[in-house]
């Protein structure tokens, strides 16, 4: 690398680094403390591993000079970033972020840096959204409704108020965080990344399988707090809200990855890895 180009990548580093500080601050707050989206501190680790497996084409890539697409990335990215300073939104200004990363990578390594973009852009699943957060309440009542559903199905009575199930002579409260909700940007990002490394030039059923990712974690959960209440009928309320509640979780994750895998079959999504040496 030229002595020009160290300082104009320094430079832009600084000027990111300047910019963006308190805004990877806030967000690696809300990593911490909020639970919608606590995967983002899975993402850094996964992105970087996905340029691993992708390293090949950043070294044997031809070099390549794009302007256009660079420069039209890094004046929409600042451009986000004027108008989430002007409105006082964070969530705007985190979003900024990542066409400013990705319009500097394209600056700087050409097509070389196509292997970088999907990492960048996957950080768009763990940015905190307020809006996203008003469909708590909605899911909270369909999960109630659904579960008091299967339920009537096996012929089990049951009754529901708002958000709340009557099972047995208990009842169960459908709290926020059984809603759903807080599981479906993690498993979109959990399917992005299988759809990224599943097939080739296969656009379209890539794009299908991320547009299921709403019912599919709909289903698990529903799943998931089927199973709960009918622990609770068997072996009571203390196992159904202690143990059976806490590795529920796992059971939703596991549902959910083998629905997306099932899916990826179904649109004939093969895994397709060059991981030979360089």
């Known amino acids: 690398?030229?002595?020009?180009?160290?300082?104009?990548?320094?430079?832009?580093?600084?000027?990111?680094?300047?910019?963006?500080?308190?805004?990877?601050?806030?967000?690696?707050?809300?990593?911490?403390?909020?639970?919608?989206?606590?995967?983002?501190l899975l993402l850094l680790p996964a992105g970087a591993f996905l340029v691993w497996l992708k390293r090949k084409e950043i070294y044997r890539a031809e070099p390549e000079d794009w302007l256009f697409l660079p420069l039209c990335l890094l004046c929409f990215g600042f451009s986000l970033y004027l108008l989430g300073t002007v409105l006082h939104l964070p969530?705007?200004?985190?979003?900024?972020?990542?066409?400013?990363?990705?319009g500097f990578s394209l600056v700087f390594l050409g097509k070389r840096a196509k292997p970088l973009l999907f990492p960048v852009f996957l950080l768009a699943t763990a940015i905190p959204f307020q809006a996203f957060e008003a469909l708590e309440v909605p899911l909270q009542n369909?999960?109630?409704?659904?579960?008091?559903?299967?339920?009537?199905?096996l012929g089990t009575p049951t009754s529901i108020s708002g958000n709340c199930v009557t099972l047995a002579g208990n009842t169960y409260w459908i709290a926020p965080a059984c809603s759903g909700l807080n599981r479906i940007m993690p498993l979109f990002a959990l399917t992005a990344v299988v759809a990224y490394l599943l097939g080739s030039g296969r656009l379209l059923a890539r794009i299908s399988l991320l547009a299921l990712v709403v019912?599919?974690?709909?289903?698990?959960?529903?799943?998931?707090?089927?199973?709960?209440?009918?622990?609770?009928?068997?072996?009571?309320?203390?196992?159904?809200?202690?143990?059976?509640?806490?590795?529920?979780?796992?059971?939703?994750?596991?549902?959910?990855?083998v629905l997306i895998l099932a899916a990826a079959g179904v649109f004939k999504l093969k895994l397709r890895l060059n991981l030979r040496p360089l």
């Open 1 to 40: 690398m030229k002595r020009t180009e160290t300082l104009v990548l320094l430079c832009s580093a600084l000027l990111v680094a300047g910019l963006y500080h308190e805004v990877v601050r806030w967000l690696f707050r809300a990593w911490l403390d909020d639970p919608y989206y606590s995967h983002g």
């Open 91 to 102: 969530t705007l200004l985190a979003f900024s972020l990542l066409p400013v990363l990705a």
């Open 142 to 153: 369909l999960s109630a409704s659904a579960v008091s559903a299967i339920f009537g199905v």
């Open 215 to 257: 019912p599919f974690a709909l289903a698990s959960n529903i799943l998931r707090l089927f199973v709960t209440l009918l622990i609770g009928t068997w072996f009571g309320v203390e196992v159904a809200v202690g143990f059976a509640h806490d590795c529920s979780s796992v059971l939703f994750f596991l549902v959910a990855l």
